[in-house]
Nanobody, 119 residues
Framework: QVQLVESGGGLVQAGDSLRLSCAASGGTFTNYAMAWFRQAPGREREFVAAIHWSGSSSNYADSLKGRFTISRDNAKNTVYLQMNSLKPEDTAVYYC????????????WGQGTQVTVSS
C-alpha cells in the first residue's frame, strides 16, 4: 500500500510560480498512475492533472492547460506539479493521489499541501 506525502505549498503572489512535490513510499511506484487534485474553501475537490505510470502521457483540467505541468521521476518515487502564472483563484489545498494500473479510481491520497496566492 502506497503512502503519499506532499510538499512545496506556501504563500505566493499572483504571477509567481510554485512547484509541488509528492513523495511515494510503501509500494512499487510504477504500479500507479498519479494525479493532482485541489479543493478550495467551500468548493468540491476538482481534478488538476494526471500522469501515466511511465510518464509517457498526461492530461489536464481544461482551465489549467498551459499553466500547470505534471511530471514524475520514477527513480525518486516522486510526482511533481509545476504551477506558473499563479492566480488568486488557484488558492486551494492540493492533494496528490495514486491509482493502481488495474483500477479505475484513485484509492490513495496524501494529506494535502496549502497553496495561497495573494493578489
Amino acid at each position: 500500500q502506497v503512502q503519499l506525502v506532499e510538499s512545496g505549498g506556501g504563500l505566493v503572489q499572483a504571477g509567481d510560480s510554485l512547484r509541488l512535490s509528492c513523495a511515494a513510499s510503501g509500494g512499487t511506484f510504477t504500479n500507479y498512475a498519479m494525479a493532482w487534485f485541489r479543493q478550495a474553501p467551500g468548493r468540491e475537490r476538482e481534478f488538476v492533472a494526471a500522469i501515466h505510470w511511465s510518464g509517457s502521457s498526461s492530461n489536464y483540467a481544461d482551465s489549467l492547460k498551459g499553466r500547470f505541468t505534471i511530471s514524475r521521476d520514477n527513480a525518486k518515487n516522486t510526482v511533481y506539479l509545476q504551477m506558473n502564472s499563479l492566480k488568486p483563484e488557484d488558492t486551494a489545498v492540493y492533494y496528490c493521489a495514486a491509482r493502481l494500473r488495474s483500477r479505475n479510481n484513485y484509492g490513495y491520497w496524501g494529506q494535502g499541501t496549502q497553496v495561497t496566492v495573494s493578489s
